[in-house]
């Protein structure tokens, strides 16, 4: 198909809910993508951080292949070979509980939200606190619980019992607990708020609030988690542990899977007919998922964060030093924004001319994620475009 008649076919035929760019990507592999020119770019924002192990990664696609020939689905009332193996698995990375499969990050966060309602339904408990700024999915719940009012106003009357606190701020939080309280949401660093990344004193401060009020603690690591900060999970590199736990896009390393892990003493209020997912755990998004967990073991990709990660984020302090358009560099591992004094999609389409692609979100800032087992020639040719285009936008200070 060409390039008119794939645009063609949108205008007509895709429902318009998108802002979409003006490009058709056809392939890619590890770091690069190419258009349907032949034009090659370097990706640092991966399938919207879904590819965290860049694009088409050699054992996830050898993994679907191969279970695609052998069991491409089977229903959730039969035993699934992949999908007890997958639980055990993000089980033994992550901590002692059960996992609960589903197809996306909105859908993971719609389980957590019925399981927290479970667990409070004894005391008469059903509200839940989320920060200011969140972002939670765009189901009519999960939009409700995101802490920022443009997704969700259009669609009142929202559903009941979610309250927002500001994020890194106790007494806000503290404000907004009562006796109808049974959980607080929270991502560690929040995503598309603009790389936010939460104060470790502020996260364990509240894991203590929580455990005194007998009240869950759920972090979504939708965008988080699968190694982003060079940990498993952010939960890790913070040392706080939550009651429930959130994942989705890079799980499946550009499969949809979804998933969200309970604690023991909680995981088993979820009993047949309370919750369930027709294609959750598919053979085909376990045998993804499980394919993605053991590259980041065989190739030490969570060494490959922090150990670049650190040095990436020092050279883009430096272009800091040198360009006042640039406001502040924040991050951990390769979750990294930079936010400047402007807007920042036209620094972002520059960049993309430049041959890099990123992310602009909540207006000013830059969202840079590149896969985690990106190499240092790759960030040095990124910072060489960023820096280009820094130049090209806003001039040599
Ligand atoms: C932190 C977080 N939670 C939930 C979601 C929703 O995930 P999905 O789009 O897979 O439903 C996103 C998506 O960007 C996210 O960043």
């Given at each position: 198909m060409d390039e008119l008649t794939v645009k063609e076919y949108y205008r007509k035929y895709v429902i318009g809910c998108y802002g979409r760019e003006d490009f058709v990507f056809v392939k890619g592999k590890g770091v690069w993508l190419w258009d349907i020119n032949g034009r090659k770019y370097l990706d640092f924002f991966p399938g919207w951080a879904v590819s965290g192990l860049g694009h088409c990664p050699e054992a996830v696609v050898n993994a679907i292949?191969?279970?695609?020939?052998?069991?491409?689905?089977v229903a959730n009332n039969y035993y699934i070979d992949v999908q007890a193996m997958c639980a055990k698995n993000l089980i033994e990375i992550s901590f002692d509980g059960k996992v609960f499969f589903c197809n996306s990050g909105a859908e993971a966060n719609e389980a957590a939200i019925k399981l927290c309602r479970l667990y409070g339904s004894k005391t008469g408990r059903y509200k839940i606190i989320s920060m200011k700024n969140s972002f939670h999915g765009r189901t009519l719940a999960t939009v409700t619980m995101t802490g920022q009012e443009k997704y969700s106003i259009p669609f009142k009357p929202l559903p009941e019992g979610f309250v927002y606190a500001e994020f890194n701020d106790i007494s806000s939080l503290n404000a907004c607990i009562d006796d109808k309280t049974i959980a607080v949401i929270i991502e560690p660093i929040q995503g598309e708020g603009g790389i936010n990344v939460a104060d470790a004193q502020y996260l364990k401060r509240i894991r203590e609030i929580c455990n005194d009020k007998d009240m869950l603690l759920v972090f979504d690591e939708v965008q988080t988690g699968m190694g982003r900060t060079g940990e498993y999970f952010a939960f890790q590199y913070f040392n706080i542990k939550p009651d429930i736990m959130t994942l989705a896009k890079t799980l499946g390393g550009g499969f949809p899977i979804g998933a969200m892990i309970a604690r023991k003493g909680i995981c088993d209020l979820l009993t047949p007919g309370t919750h369930a997912s027709?294609?959750?755990?598919n053979p085909l998004a376990c045998s993804a998922a499980l394919a993605v967990i053991e590259t980041i073991q065989k190739e030490k990709l969570l060494e490959?964060?922090?150990?670049?990660?650190?040095?990436?984020?020092?050279?883009?302090?430096k272009l800091k030093e040198r360009f006042s358009v640039i406001k502040d560099i924040r991050g951990v591992g390769f979750m990294i924004g930079?936010?400047?004094?402007?807007p920042g999609s036209s620094f972002v389409n520059r960049c993309r001319n430049n041959g890099l692609l990123l992310n602009c979100t909540h207006d000013t800032v830059v969202r840079i994620m590149p896969p985690l087992g990106v190499k240092k020639s790759h960030l040095k040719k990124g910072i060489r475009i960023i820096e280009k285009s820094l130049i090209e936008e806003f001039g040599n200070n």
């Open positions: 292949c191969k279970q695609a020939r052998k069991l491409m689905h027709t294609f959750g755990g490959n964060v922090s150990s670049l990660g650190p040095w990436f984020i020092s050279e883009l302090k930079m936010e400047l004094n402007v």
